[in-house]
């Protein structure tokens, strides 16, 4: 089973995350608020792609203060696939069928359950897939009104605002937007920051099943910088987490060494823009209150924007990922740092150049 399939399946299996989950999808659907007792586990199916089983999707059962019962389907889709809501629309056929054939007379009569859908698209580039309606020819269209509600998270891509108010599924979505080590460290500051000791271990998990695939990411003298094999599950929690963050200390000295090395080489403008992406990456996933998140990103952006109409930046005022992430942590982590220890790391723009 692939990486990603092995992570997802973790997370989609694990009563702690349906839970969120489902009262993420029972507020947007208004279905109400969810029992967690009632909480129950449905089949789970897969399907057989270019020769690899995967876990195509979970189901789950469980009641609210509106409906007796609610059905729903959570996938992970890692790549693009046009007809993805007619194969969803399989599944939510063959969830109510089973449903259908185990009731009494009586449940009958009292009609079947809804079903809700969430998707977690988790692929490289921008996508939404085209809807149920939009698969059929015209004379279909007006003939067949299937549908099912569904919603749709393009993890790498959405904006903050739209995510969910869960902040457990809300950190998933973090610890996949990773793109290396570095860009962990202010991730599992916030999970240690979970006050239940289950979602705690869930997304520790998901998180180093996250770092085991730069298991071939290696320094400037080809030192391997992780050990796949040290993450694995095998391995108490505890041991996975130091491992954890020794790469990541690993990784903070490579991009400080990369960094002084950049200033030696004295490719002002691309090195100034290149760490202020760097630092904007970081940013995203930091941790750090949201609106103060979005002050300084909205600066950063008219940094870079001066330095493309050719204003000059020291390249010693210019901080990258590094050094923000050196902030957080020197000041206590992401909800203790004072927002001027943050705003403190960013070069002035000159008066001549705000209104611009």
């Known amino acids: ?35 967690r007792q009632s909480l129950q586990p449905g089949p789970t199916s897969s399907v057989k792609e270019t020769g690899h ?12 203060d509106r409906q007796r019962t609610v059905m729903m389907i959570v996938e ?17 056929m063959d969830r109510l069928l089973e449903l259908y054939e185990g009731m009494t ?11 809700v859908v969430a998707v977690l698209y988790t692929g490289p580039d921008q996508w939404r897939p085209p809807s149920l309606h939009d698969l059929f020819s015209p004379l279909a269209q007006v003939l067949m009104r299937f549908e099912f509600p569904v919603q749709y998270y393009d993890v790498l891509h959405m904006e903050r605002e739209e995510e969910p108010a869960s902040r457990l599924v809300r950190m998933v979505f973090e610890v996949e937007r990773c793109g290396d080590p570095g860009e962990t460290i202010p991730v599992l500051q916030a999970i240690r920051g979970l006050g239940n000791r289950d979602a705690y271990e869930l ?42 963050e020794t790469v990541q200390e690993r990784f903070f000295r490579q991009m400080a060494e990369r960094r002084a090395e950049g200033r030696v080489e004295g490719q ?13 990456r970081t940013l995203a996933a930091s941790g750090l209150d949201a609106q103060l998140a979005r002050d300084i990103e909205a600066h950063v952006d008219r940094v870079v924007e001066a330095v493309l109409r050719g204003v000059r930046f020291d390249l010693d005022e210019v901080p990258d990922g590094a050094r923000l992430l050196l ?22 723009i000159p008066e001549e150049d705000t209104s611009k």
Do not use: C
Request: proline fraction near 4%; charged fraction near 30%.
């Open 1 to 35: 089973m692939a990486i990603h399939d092995r992570r997802y399946k973790r997370i989609l299996t694990s009563a702690v995350f349906a839970y969120e989950m489902a009262q993420v999808l029972a507020d947007a659907f208004g279905l109400g608020t969810v029992d």
């Open 53 to 64: 089983e995967r876990i195509a999707d979970s189901t789950w059962a469980f009641d609210t």
């Open 76 to 92: 992970a889709q890692s790549s693009r696939e046009r007809a993805l809501e007619l194969r969803l629309a399989r599944y939510v």
């Open 105 to 115: 007379q009586h449940d009958r009569r009292q009609g079947l359950p809804p079903v």
């Open 203 to 244: 997304l520790m998990r998901f998180l180093s099943d996250k770092m085991r695939q730069w298991d071939r990411l290696r320094d400037e003298q080809g030192r391997i910088l992780l050990d796949a094999s040290q993450l694995d599950d095998s391995r108490p929690l505890n041991e996975v987490v130091r491992e954890m």
């Open 268 to 280: 002002a403008e691309g090195q100034v823009v290149g760490m202020l992406l760097s630092f904007r």
């Open 327 to 348: 902030a957080i942590r020197d000041g206590g982590g992401p909800t203790q740092v004072p927002a001027e220890r943050i705003w403190s790391l960013l070069p002035h």
